[in-house]
């Protein structure tokens, strides 16, 4: 994005008197990008998430495809707001759709390695291409033939068996599965989903969740607040270092360059730490070596270029790993309930952060080290706060308000807590959940029950080889529901 401002900057005069719009096209690009969050999640759980994934990537290549044929700055603005629209849409539902069709051992990394390292693939492209192609029109030619490229996916990808289920359209859910056993050797049974079964199934309404529940309790309330600045202000250091690093010293094509590859290393290491170590320590570290170091610069002489260049790339690495982080944290914080809508208002806040990070990087026209003090010294501000958050290290997830954890330094209480009673219902719904597992028997019919489909389903974890990804189950397993005498009582 940086580098096509670059290029249009000649073109139409985006200086002196003109400089404010440069900025200002960067912050509406951001705009977008907030309204494709708020309606690409509905536009998905409606109609499906491969119809929208497709749609929304004909919206970007389409739309980047017309800004070719801008005539000024305000044509080409407001059609990026409608690409910022499209990819921020087409990069969700993409995500929604492979944790959904892969099978756990492979979703972990899908969700922290793949798509994050994808992303910065993607993000070094960009200087590559705008280094070799210098019209910008070429160049936006050239960014949109991925999107033509991915066209013929659409005759491999499946639709989400999961969503499927949720519409009851259960026969094109079991074509999906049966398809993807047999393309693995997989002996499947033949009913995976009984019609008995289904008969009876009732698939739970989608519980009404305000966002005032973030703040119905003086704890949640206090989590919800420091979430939001968490992401707002991790989002402006991210991204304003990331839209300045063609204002660095030298060669903007190669600092842009840098700058993406840098979050390679990053996400490694996040998904390294995960695994390991306590969230709250991790991320506030982390932060505090993003911050401290972009604190940094403002003593390194404007002679020693190599210099500050480094610290900032290692700045960007810090927070682009506390970035990463964010959506497991938030995740494991808050109950079941509430977790989308807490996951999804404080997403929101980073787009905040984003749309007013361009002007983060404007300082600069006045103070060259101006930006990297306001923005290290947020980012020390934010790190010092993430170790006020509950921990949620090897915790079970809460699901309730009343198990949430509490914040640390605080002594905050809660009305009408009864933790224990709360315990005691998840145990009752557990235990007559394992009860209703048992296979039954109906004289010499096997029915397979709700605990049986859920037996198969997990062995098979949507997630067969050289179909959904991951090892899967072996050559010619089978996999079979057992016969049982019907127990007497």
């Known amino acids: 994005m940086s580098g096509k401002l670059h290029h249009h900057r000649g073109q139409w005069s985006l200086v002196c008197e003109d400089d404010w719009k440069t900025p200002l096209t960067s912050s509406l690009f951001f705009v977008g990008v907030l309204l494709g969050s708020f309606v690409s999640g509905q536009l998905s759980d409606r109609f499906g998430r491969k119809s929208i994934l497709f749609a929304t990537m004909a919206v970007q290549t389409g739309f980047s495809f017309l800004q070719i044929f801008s005539i000024n700055w305000e044509m080409f603005t407001v059609l990026f707001v409608i690409v910022g629209m499209g990819q921020i849409s087409n990069y969700v539902v993409a995500f929604i759709l492979g944790t959904e069709i892969l099978g756990k051992s492979v979703r972990i990394i899908f969700s922290t390695l793949g798509v994050c390292t994808f992303f910065a693939v993607g993000y070094m492209l960009l200087p590559l291409f705008a280094y070799f192609i210098r019209d910008w029109r070429m160049l936006l030619l050239a960014l949109t033939v991925p999107g033509v490229l991915c066209l013929p996916l659409w005759w491999f990808i499946p639709e989400s068996p999961r969503w499927l289920i949720s519409q009851r359209r259960f026969s094109e859910a079991e074509s999906i599965i049966q398809k993807a056993a047999k393309m693995n050797n997989i002996a499947a049974p033949r009913v995976i989903f009984d019609p008995m079964e289904l008969q009876e199934l009732k698939l ?12 119905r309790t003086r704890n949640i309330a206090t989590i919800t607040i420091m979430s939001l600045l968490l992401w707002m202000l991790t989002s402006v250091g991210y991204f304003a270092l990331s839209l300045n690093a063609p204002n660095l010293h030298g060669d903007a094509y190669l600092n842009c360059f840098l700058s993406a590859l840098i979050e390679v290393p990053a996400y490694i290491t996040a998904w390294l730490l995960l695994r390991k170590l306590p969230r709250r320590y991790i991320i506030a570290g982390v932060l505090f070596l993003g911050g401290g170091v972009l604190l940094l610069i403002q003593f390194v002489p404007a002679d020693y270029n190599f210099l500050s260049i480094g610290l900032v790339m290692l700045g960007k690495f810090g927070i682009t790993s506390a970035f990463s982080m964010l959506y497991v944290f938030t995740a494991e914080l808050y109950p079941t309930p509430v977790r989308n809508m807490a996951v999804g208002v404080t997403s929101m806040a980073s787009r905040v952060g984003s749309i007013i990070a361009p002007y983060f990087v404007y300082l600069g026209a006045y103070n060259r080290v101006l930006p990297y003090i306001v923005m290290g010294s947020l980012t020390v501000f934010i790190g010092i706060i993430t170790l006020f958050f509950p921990e949620s290290f090897g915790m079970t997830l809460p699901e ?87 127990p007497k009582f």
């Not at 989608?206 to 529940?213: F, N, S, T």
């Not at 002594?411 to 807590?417: F, P, T």
């Not at 198969?456 to 991951?470: K, M, P, T």
């Open 400 to 486: 309730t308000l009343e198990q949430m954890e509490k914040v640390k330094g605080f002594i905050i209480k809660n009305a009408h807590e009864q933790p224990n009673e709360e315990l005691q219902r998840v145990k009752s719904r557990r235990v007559q959940s394992a009860r209703a597992s048992v296979p039954m028997h109906l004289g010499n019919t096997t029915v397979l029950t709700h605990g049986c489909v859920h037996q198969f389903r997990s062995s098979l974890n949507l997630n067969v080889r050289g179909f959904y990804g991951g090892s899967g189950l072996g050559k010619n397993q089978e996999i079979r529901c057992r016969r049982k005498k019907t």
């Open 204 to 215: 739970p309404g989608q519980q009404k969740v305000l966002i005032l529940d973030l703040f």
